[in-house]
């Protein structure tokens, strides 16, 4: 279904309601990202981690969520920020290629609707495309970096994880 708007004597333009994106917009550091409403599962309070040796890095480690084993991102070190938890420390649960994946962002700020495309991508070089920066969003003159979820967990493609019995 699509929706005719006309502004003056311009031809009426066809806006598609698919053309809206929903974001949960979050900080890791100074930078605020943002993931497709879509794929996260929950917003959640950290909990316990544990550590497994050989894991690759940023990630943290895994923990039980609801009987399932999920291993937890840390976006802070994926992207080589210093590691930092406060009290505003959320864990974004997301469904991925691989499965349920937590990921370790310093707060969430809300759910926005981003109306039209996204913006392209900066072109930072190749260590920039391991954050999986999909797309740019603008609110209010603060820019919103939109990652894919499967780029942002690949570090956990190789993990096999079982099901806590």
């Known amino acids: 279904m699509s929706l005719k708007l006309a502004i003056g004597r311009e031809e009426p333009k066809e806006v598609r309601r698919t053309d809206v994106r ?44 609801r009987g399932r084993v999920i291993p937890v991102v840390d976006l802070r070190a994926r992207f080589g920020l210093p590691l930092s938890m406060t009290r505003q420390t959320k864990w974004v649960l997301m469904r ?16 926005v609707a981003a109306h039209g495309p996204l913006g392209a991508p900066p072109q930072l070089g190749a260590a920039e495309a391991t954050r999986g920066i999909t797309g740019v969003a603008s609110f209010d003159g603060l820019l919103v970096f939109v990652l894919d979820e499967d780029t942002a967990a690949s570090v956990v493609a190789n993990l096999s994880l079982p099901d806590v019995t």
């Open 22 to 65: 929903n974001l949960v917009r979050f900080y890791v550091g100074e930078t605020c990202y943002a993931f497709d409403v879509g794929a996260v599962e929950e917003v959640a309070n950290p909990t316990t981690i544990t550590s497994l040796p050989g894991m690759a890095g940023g990630v943290a480690g895994v923990t039980d969520h």
């Open 96 to 111: 991925s290629t691989y499965g349920l994946v937590g990921f370790i962002v310093d707060r969430v700020v809300d759910v």
